[in-house]
């Protein structure tokens, strides 16, 4: 069974950074397209970040290109969004997604706040 779990999201000042984990269960990361979307009150889910299986590159949202870094840890079938240089637009509810055959998986979010 296919499980995403994130977590990390909180409350920082503008500028500073976080890192949100994803823990994923009943697949393997390290073989599977993995994303970062997230949803802020009143606007559409919008994609943030992406990484490809085994190598396949990363890509980014252009208004989070040179802030956020996705990665993984095959090791603890884990995937990351480290988001530095934060800013009060970043907040939202970011959600953790991937693809199994067509069925798309989501987890239940973690609030980022940036607030002063």
């Known amino acids: 069974q296919v499980q995403l779990v994130e977590s990390g999201g909180g409350l920082v000042q503008p500028g500073g950074s976080l890192r949100l984990s994803c823990q994923a269960s009943?697949?393997?990361?390290?073989?599977?397209?993995m994303s970062w979307y997230r949803q802020a009150p009143g606007k559409e889910r919008e994609l943030v970040a992406f990484?490809?299986?085994?190598?396949?590159?990363?890509n980014y949202a252009d208004s989070v290109k040179g802030r956020f870094t996705i990665s993984r840890d095959n090791g603890k079938n884990t995937v990351y969004l480290q988001m530095n240089s934060l800013k009060p637009e970043d907040t939202a509810v970011y959600y953790c997604?991937?693809?199994?055959?067509?069925?798309?998986?989501w987890g239940e979010g973690t609030q980022v706040t940036v607030s002063s």
């Open positions: 997604n991937t693809i199994r055959g067509i069925s798309p998986y």
């Open positions: 009943g697949f393997t990361v390290s073989m599977a397209a």
């Open positions: 990484i490809g299986s085994a190598g396949t590159g990363t």
